[in-house]
């Protein structure tokens, strides 16, 4: 039994991550922010990077330093688990303020010019020439000119 918390706190992270991933990325994952500020939207040289990775000791999968493909892999992976985590600030199972009056209701659709002159249980469509003669009467009214 471990007789100190420091000894306590060595162990927990080991039990919480388990070893179904690699070091690698554990420490894309703890870095994310960073590494994400850090790259500034410009792609990251993985080969310059595995090379920096293997100095800090940190290994692929099957415990050998990564190469550049696994790296690339790995930091999609760190990502998109970055991108479904909820944020700090967020809490879980809270959603955001709407910008919406809560009651705000839809006005209610009016039904078209056209539906009016429709037998009832039977949808009639008006033709081409009837549908432009409305739009130039429109118009010719909008203009302010008589037809």
Known sequence: MPKSKRQLKAILPVLERGGERSSLFWWMLDHHDEMVAAAN??????KQLCTKFEG???TDGFGKPPSPEAARRTWR?????AADKPKADEAP????PSRISPDWRPQEATPPPHAAQSVPGKAVAPTADEHIARLRRAMAER???QM
Do not use: D, E, Q, T
């Not at 939207?41 to 993985?46: C, F």
């Open 93 to 96: 199972g809270r959603k955001p």
């Open 56 to 58: 800090l000791g940190l």
């Open 41 to 46: 939207g410009r792609r990251p040289r993985w």
């Open 77 to 81: 992976h760190v990502r998109k688990l």
């Open 143 to 145: 203009s302010g000119r």
